[in-house]
């Protein structure tokens, strides 16, 4: 059975909130939940679903397309399901799109022109697919730790741990965040549109088109998910904590990871920590088809995003973590991450769940 992950309760930190009183006069407006999409864009991303049709890297010439008529690879189904998604529940509730990290560039405008489907589904170069036949390139981080795709580990050496960002080595319900020199695996790429129930007429435009925009099957802006790089489970869950808490900037690197100082935050938070309503529903849903590759522990990252959570009106507002595991992931590493971020525990509340191609994918992700 696929649960209804976009069918989210209110948040249980709502317990001494108007959202629950037995008077019906007290209720607030209604507030759209909010769902970050952390979409994996690894290169075993080009790896074929119609498994009859499955060559070395990805798909032989030949594989049914999917139902937006594209060549059936984990990535490509991504792409078709994220777009039905969006197409379906946008208006309903809030999304915003995450991806690894690095960052596609250098893009001609026009359709997809694929690298890697050949006859016998080899990839030149490896496994992997950023669109150099659009001439698109890929670029990671500025100094990158370890394997480059994985991001990098913003730092303020010489200043007080109380200038940073959120990860400032904090012990908070029980939990410790990490100190600065924190895992940035993920890339914001669509920010979530606000939800102001506090001032309805500032309401933002809608950013469905932009989301869009990222699984149409074309490169224009240099706008497409792609498949190339490792895989920073840990990385993508403290980027999208960072990113509700207090924003993301997209040149954080050693050393100027600071309140004072730093880069501009280029992705605010959608969180007004004043206005906005503690029984506001905050999701991250990550879709992976691998396990951690960057050396992480994500299901402490989901821990720390469920107990540690963002403040609104001074109280501790949970951001729980859905898990898809598609294809090629291994199910218990997966509902480790699943159990700790519905809960904040270790007690099997909750599983990940399982898909193997477009139509499983959108369905765990409706």
């Given at each position: 059975m696929v649960a209804p992950l976009l069918v989210t309760g209110e948040s249980r930190a709502q317990s001494t909130d108007v959202c629950r009183s037995p008077d019906p006069t007290k209720?607030?407006?209604?507030s759209k939940p909010y769902f970050m999409l952390a979409i994996d864009t690894s290169g075993s991303m080009v790896s074929c679903t119609d498994l009859a049709n499955a060559g070395t890297d990805t798909c032989k010439t030949g594989a049914t397309a999917n139902?937006?008529?594209?060549t059936p690879t984990r990535l490509n189904d991504a792409k078709c399901?994220?777009?039905h998604t969006v197409q379906a529940f946008s208006g309903e509730v809030n999304f915003g799109l995450a991806t690894y990290a690095r960052v596609l560039h250098g893009c001609n405008a026009g359709t997809v022109i694929p690298t890697c489907t050949t006859a016998n589904g080899a990839c030149t170069g490896g496994q992997a697919e950023h669109y150099s036949g659009n001439g698109c390139s890929v670029s990671d981080f500025a100094n990158p730790d370890g394997t480059a795709?994985?991001?990098?580990?913003?730092?303020?050496?010489?200043?007080?741990?109380?200038n940073a960002q959120i990860y400032n080595a904090q012990t908070i319900n029980g939990i410790t965040l990490p100190a600065d020199n924190w895992q940035n695996g993920g890339n914001i790429v669509v920010d979530m549109l606000q939800d102001p129930t506090w001032s309805p007429t500032t309401s933002p435009p809608s950013n469905t088109s932009l989301l869009l925009e990222w699984v149409d099957n074309k490169t224009d802006n240099s706008h497409e998910i792609?498949?190339?790089g490792s895989t920073p489970l840990e990385g993508i869950l403290r980027t999208a904590h960072q990113y509700y808490a207090a924003g993301w900037s997209s040149a954080w690197t050693d050393g100027n990871y600071c309140a004072?100082?730093?880069p501009t935050i280029d992705h605010p938070s959608p969180i007004d920590a004043t206005n906005d309503r503690v029984c506001r529903s905050l999701n991250v849903i990550l879709v992976t088809d691998g396990d951690e590759t960057c050396g992480g522990t994500p299901a402490n990252?989901?821990?720390?995003?469920?107990?540690?959570?963002?403040?609104?009106?001074?109280?501790?507002?949970?951001v729980k973590t859905y898990v898809i595991g598609f294809a090629?992931?291994?199910k218990s590493s997966l509902d480790a991450i699943a159990d700790r971020g519905d809960d904040g525990l270790a007690n099997s509340s909750a599983t990940s769940f399982t898909a193997n191609n477009e139509v499983t994918l959108a369905q765990s992700l409706s």
């Open positions: 209720w607030p407006a209604s139902s937006c008529g594209l399901a994220v777009r795709s994985c991001g990098n580990s913003p730092d303020c050496p010489g200043r007080s741990s109380n792609f498949a190339d004072a100082g730093g990252a989901a821990q720390a995003l469920n107990t540690v959570g963002v403040l609104i009106q001074g109280t501790r507002v949970p090629g992931a291994t």
